[in-house]
């Protein structure tokens, strides 16, 4: 089976998509040597990065300080948004607390946040 198997194969693997993306475009035919050589290598390096750069779920102080950024929320106005002291919102969103059950869920409903990610599963 072929793979990458060194980081200095994976950086030329990259530097040959990005030469590869400049002439395939959407209409490049199937059966076009360019595409698939993209494909392939493409391939070789979706399987070196999901074994040594993977991707982890983002914790809750992650997601609620990107939910704050888009919805244009200070944590004076997320502690308020939330019925909670600006002390309390700082401690979950540095990751220095944990939420109870129940700003858990306030969490989750008013924030728009995944159950799943509040819980830390």
């Known amino acids: 089976m072929v793979q990458i198997k060194t980081e200095q194969q994976y950086q030329a693997a990259c530097s040959r998509i990005n030469e590869l993306l400049k002439v395939v475009g959407n209409d490049t035919p199937a ?3 360019n595409l698939l050589e993209l494909d392939l290598i493409s391939d070789l390096v979706a399987d070196y990065e999901a074994k040594y750069y ?3 779920a983002p914790t ?6 990107l939910r704050m950024f888009e919805m244009g929320l200070t944590q004076a106005k997320l502690a308020e948004l939330l019925g909670l002291s600006t ?18 869920r306030e969490i989750s409903r008013k924030l728009n946040i995944d ?3 509040v819980l830390g599963i």
């Open 31 to 33: 059966n076009d040597k």
């Open 87 to 104: 002390a309390r919102v700082s401690e979950i969103i540095t990751g220095k607390g944990e939420p109870s059950l129940k700003t858990g």
């Open 115 to 117: 159950p799943a990610i």
């Open 60 to 65: 809750l102080a992650e997601t609620m300080k």
């Open 54 to 56: 993977p991707v982890t």
